[in-house]
């Protein structure tokens, strides 16, 4: 008999792929193994945009960068191939980078590109010729223990966030949670009350991924919050 979180997860699966719109699917790739010569895009993705995607698809850095690069088959898996290294190379990926690609429904991926400190990489100055204005983002992986705390990492909060305990509001599809970020030690923050109804209300699983974007806001401290699901 199958639980009802597992229902739970299916329903949010369907709805994901059949009823949002197509410029908010998304999908993470950690850089490991050979990343610098080709990069493997997920199979549900893949298989989702089967027949829109033709044989070259544009990287688009929000640095000003793009990259045309082609797509291939190997071992029925669709692969970054030609062209990828040109885009690693650029943006200086190292092993453990994360990348977060959204597609933007007209053959360009919007990467997003994060250092092991879940903050967002400062590019190369030949890349900050045209960039765009700065955001302040985080992402950090949901790992067993955050479900009842999320730990904000010290590189990030010392830049953003004063050390002192404030209340910060995050948001989802429209509707917000309060939560209390409270200071764990002198090194780091954690996301603590407010953070269990936040998870439970946007069903978070053992590895999805909290993609933070920092609001500009003199009054309060706001948090858009874009949730990537381990199972793309």
């Known amino acids: 008999m199958s639980k009802p979180w597992m229902k739970q997860k299916e329903l949010d699966e ?14 993470f790739k950690v850089m490991i193994g050979d990343f610098h010569e080709r990069m493997i895009i997920p199979d ?40 990828w290294k040109a885009f690693a190379r650029a943006h200086n990926l190292r092993t453990g980078d994360f ?22 990489k400062i590019p190369a100055c030949n890349l900050m ?22 730990e904000i990492s010290r590189k990030y909060a010392e830049v953003y966030l004063p050390f002192v305990e404030q209340m910060v509001t995050l948001q989802h599809h429209g509707k917000k949670w309060e ?12 996301l603590m009350r407010g953070w269990m109804h936040f998870v ?4 978070l699983q053992l590895g999805d991924v909290c993609l933070f974007e920092l609001l500009r806001n003199k009054k309060k401290y706001v948090m858009n919050v874009h949730i990537i699901r381990k199972s793309l």
């Open 14 to 27: 369907h709805r994901y792929w059949n009823h949002t719109g197509e410029q908010d699917k998304n999908f």
């Open 44 to 83: 549900k993705f893949a298989q989702h945009f089967r027949g829109q995607i033709g044989r070259t698809i544009k990287l688009a850095s929000r640095h000003g960068y793009t990259s045309d690069v082609q797509i291939t088959k190997n071992l029925a898996k669709l692969v970054l191939d030609s062209g």
């Open 99 to 120: 990348l977060v690609f959204k597609y933007d429904g007209n053959s360009e991926l919007k990467v997003l590109i994060f250092g092991p400190s879940g903050c967002e």
């Open 129 to 150: 010729k045209n960039a765009a204005p700065a955001k302040e983002w985080l992402a950090t992986p949901v790992s067993s223990y955050r479900y009842v705390s999320h």
């Open 179 to 190: 939560v209390r970020c409270c200071v764990k030690n002198k090194k780091s923050k954690r």
């Open 200 to 203: 439970r209300g946007n069903n």
